[in-house]
C-alpha cells in the first residue's frame, strides 16, 4: 500500500495543477470571444470583395490579369504556414504541420516556406527542413498592418514570375466544433466568371467607373491581402478553441486524478488504522 504522506504530497500537487489549467481554459475562452469577433467582423468585407472581383469578370467578359496567369516557367514555389507561438493547444499544431508536410512532398518545385509562430519553426529545424523566413512576431490579436508586408512580397514575386504558386497553409475554422487544416491557393488567383449567379439567378449589373481592368489592378492585390488575413484570424480563432478544448480535458483529468488518489489515500488510512487496532487487540490476548 502506498504511503499515505506520499499520497497526499500527489494530490496536493495534483489540485494545484487543476487550479492552473483551469485558469488557462478561462483565459482561452475569452480570447477566443475577441479572436471569434475579429474573424466574424473582416468575413463580411473578404466575401463582398470577392462577389465584386467576380462581377468585375463577368463584366470585362473574362480576367486577363499578372495575378491570374499561372508561372509555369518558375522554377520555384511559395508557402506560408502559421502555427502558433505558445503550446499546451492540443493537435492544432500537428495538424497544420502535417497538412504542411504533404503539400511539401506532394509539390514538384523547391518551396519557400515561411514560417509563422514558434512551434512550426521549432519543428522544421527539428525535421532539418529548409526555411526561407521566419516570423514569431504575430500574436493571436493579429492586425492587417502585420499581414500586409508578407502578402506584399508573395504578389511582387509572383508578378515578376519568381514563383510558381503560392499557398498558405493553416487551421481553417468552421465552428467551435470543428476545426480543419487546410492549404489554400493565395496565387494565382481564380474566380469564377460566369454569367450567372448562384441558384441561376440572373447577375446584377454595375457601372463601373474607371474600368474594370484598372479596378481589377486594385481590387486583385487587395484581395490576396484580405484572404491571407482571413486565413491569420481563422487561425488565431482555432488556436483558442484548441486551447480552451485541451485545458479543459486536463482540469477534468486532473479532478479524475485526485479522486482516485483520494481514494488511495483512505485505504491506506483504513489499512494503517486496522493494523493499529490488530496490534492492540493482539497486545491485549498476550497480556490476560
Avoid: W
Amino acid at each position: 500500500m502506498a504511503n499515505r504522506r506520499v499520497l497526499v504530497k500527489r494530490r496536493k500537487a495534483v489540485r494545484n495543477i487543476r487550479k492552473i489549467t483551469r485558469t488557462m481554459q478561462m483565459i482561452a475562452t475569452a480570447r477566443f470571444q475577441a479572436a471569434f469577433n475579429r474573424a466574424v467582423a473582416s468575413k463580411p468585407y473578404s466575401e463582398k470583395l470577392a462577389e465584386l472581383v467576380a462581377d468585375l469578370a463577368r463584366a470585362s467578359g473574362g480576367i486577363d490579369h499578372p495575378l491570374m496567369r499561372r508561372n509555369d516557367d518558375a522554377e520555384r514555389s511559395a508557402l506560408v504556414v502559421i502555427t502558433s507561438n505558445r503550446g499546451l493547444c492540443g493537435g492544432y499544431n500537428a495538424g497544420v504541420l502535417r497538412a504542411a508536410i504533404a503539400h511539401l512532398d506532394a509539390e514538384r518545385r523547391p518551396v519557400d516556406v515561411h514560417m509563422i509562430g514558434k512551434k512550426g519553426a521549432g519543428y522544421f529545424r527539428y525535421l532539418r527542413r529548409p526555411m526561407a523566413e521566419r516570423t514569431t512576431s504575430i500574436d493571436d490579436k493579429v492586425r492587417f498592418e502585420q499581414v500586409e508586408p508578407i502578402a506584399n512580397d508573395l504578389i511582387d514575386r509572383f508578378a515578376k514570375g519568381e514563383i510558381a504558386s503560392a499557398h498558405v497553409a493553416y487551421m481553417r475554422f468552421l465552428s467551435t466544433s470543428r476545426q480543419t487544416p487546410e492549404v489554400l491557393q493565395l496565387l494565382p488567383l481564380a474566380y469564377d466568371a460566369g454569367g450567372e449567379a448562384e441558384g441561376g439567378a440572373r447577375a446584377v449589373e454595375y457601372e463601373f467607373s474607371p474600368e474594370p481592368r484598372a479596378l481589377l489592378d486594385d481590387l486583385l492585390p487587395a484581395s490576396v491581402r484580405t484572404r491571407l488575413f482571413q486565413c491569420f484570424t481563422d487561425a488565431a480563432v482555432s488556436e483558442q478553441v484548441a486551447r480552451m478544448v485541451a485545458m479543459k480535458a486536463a482540469t477534468d483529468a486532473a479532478g479524475d486524478m485526485i479522486k482516485n488518489l483520494t481514494r488511495q489515500y483512505n485505504r491506506a488510512r483504513q489499512t494503517a488504522i486496522t493494523m493499529e487496532l490488530l496490534d492492540i487487540v493482539g497486545g491485549a490476548n498476550a497480556l490476560a
